[in-house]
């Protein structure tokens, strides 16, 4: 017979409360039984006061947004909370204040009235207040804690079956656009989409900081914020804490650089030299064979001297350069060459990438200079009288498809 009276009084006391304050509102009181360091509290459900339509109040639920103020921290006492359902167990907190628990058990008509008269004029002057002290963004309700402080709450109500996720700029994965917002509002300050789907490493400093493995191999990367793409990126040295990114080149693919290592004898080093290879060797000559390439992610680019993943016979060879000293002829005789093949990796050469040649004598062209697969392919043949090519400042990088 309690139970229903104090139901009936409290449905008459609630309905005059302005709608906009209780609208897909819950109302009970429970006793704090364990407190949280996220905002949390698990909460043992005393008596339901207020309940919206299909809203099921189990005996014990967890209530997120708990603002802790001086009257309830650390105290495991009883209070009466107003809630948005989150999940079947799962509630926000907006307002509550603490009560006593004899005061909803076995208790007079005359301290019934009391109780709802203090609670009425708890809820009426935190519409009060709010109107006039606090103005919450993105969402969020002004309401009041225990000490009378307005603080801003979040009604905002997202599904769980609602599985899009949304990469925030704050480099969090929330699970759909709603969640979002509700963080936003939660922590009254803007979070932007970064790009739709869960947010990937950019580094492998990221993937070891992300715990996504601690193992040299392939990682899928963003490398670019802009394009969603995924990029296969080779980690090495991961069980260190200053990790290098790779590329991997295609199995089979020509990735060269080479500075021929002979030369013609001086009595005719100024002819081609036509099939002649040359009998004189070239100290400064070599051939590297690249498998990975060096990545500079914050700088999208290539690091050419590096040679981690790389053979060589003679000299090693940067990354993109060729020369010779085998003809100071300006004819068609550069028998130093470069060879850069990136299909297969997703990324290719940023069209402002340009070389530069040194010759001697002056004039002497690269030759055969070739840019194919839509600048993931690159060849030229260089040299003169001890002359090559190389990349004139770094050699920039983007994603293929974007």
């Not at 079947?88 to 005061?103: A, G, M, R």
């Not at 590297?288 to 090693?316: C, E, M, N």
């Not at 990349?391 to 990088?397: A, E, N, S």
Request: charged share 20%.
């Amino acid at each position: 017979m309690y139970a229903v009276v104090c139901l009936v009084l409290w449905l008459g006391i609630f309905s005059g409360i302005e709608s906009s304050l209780l609208s897909n509102g819950t109302v009970f009181t429970g006793e704090i039984i364990k407190i949280g360091e996220d905002r949390t509290v698990l909460v043992q459900v005393i008596k339901t006061l207020l309940i919206q339509e299909n809203v099921k109040v189990p005996s014990t639920v967890t209530l997120q947004n708990f603002e802790q103020d001086e009257s309830s921290k650390g105290a495991k006492g009883v209070y009466i909370f107003y809630v948005l359902p989150l999940d079947k167990d799962v509630f926000e907190v907006l307002h509550y204040w603490s009560v006593k628990q004899e005061d909803f058990s076995d208790v007079e008509s005359s301290s019934l009235e009391e109780i709802q008269q203090h609670s009425h004029h708890r809820l009426r002057r935190s519409v009060d207040i709010c109107s006039s002290t606090l103005q919450c963004k993105y969402g969020g309700k002004c309401g009041l804690l225990s000490t009378g402080k307005a603080t801003c709450f979040c009604p905002i109500k997202c599904s769980k079956k609602d599985n899009n996720p949304v990469c925030g700029k704050d480099r969090v994965t929330y699970p759909n656009l709603c969640t979002v917002q509700r963080y936003s509002c939660i922590r009254q300050r803007p979070i932007e989409v970064q790009y739709y789907g869960p947010c990937m490493v950019s580094s492998c400093k990221e993937a070891l900081q992300e715990e996504l493995g601690n193992k040299d191999g392939e990682y899928s990367m963003l490398l670019n914020p802009k394009c969603q793409r995924p990029i296969k990126v080779y980690c090495s040295d991961m069980h260190t804490s200053q990790p290098k990114e790779y590329l991997t080149l295609a199995q089979g693919s020509d990735n060269h650089a080479r500075i021929y290592d002979r030369r013609l004898p001086p009595s005719i080093r100024n002819q081609c030299g036509g099939l002649n290879p040359g009998n004189v060797p070239y100290s400064e000559g070599g051939y590297t064979r690249f498998y990975k390439v060096r990545l500079d992610i914050p700088g999208s680019k290539i690091v050419p001297g590096d040679f981690k993943f790389a053979s060589s016979a003679g000299k090693r060879i940067p990354y993109g350069t060729a020369g010779d000293c085998y003809s100071s002829n300006r004819g068609n005789c550069r028998k130093g060459s470069f060879s850069i093949d990136l299909t297969g990796t997703g990324m290719r050469l940023q069209s402002s990438v340009r070389w530069s040649v040194e010759s001697r004598p002056a004039g002497i062209q690269m030759q055969d200079f070739q840019i194919r697969n839509e600048s993931q392919v690159l060849s030229a043949k260089c040299g003169g009288n001890c002359g090559k090519c190389s990349p004139t400042g770094d050699m920039l990088i983007e994603p293929l498809h974007c």
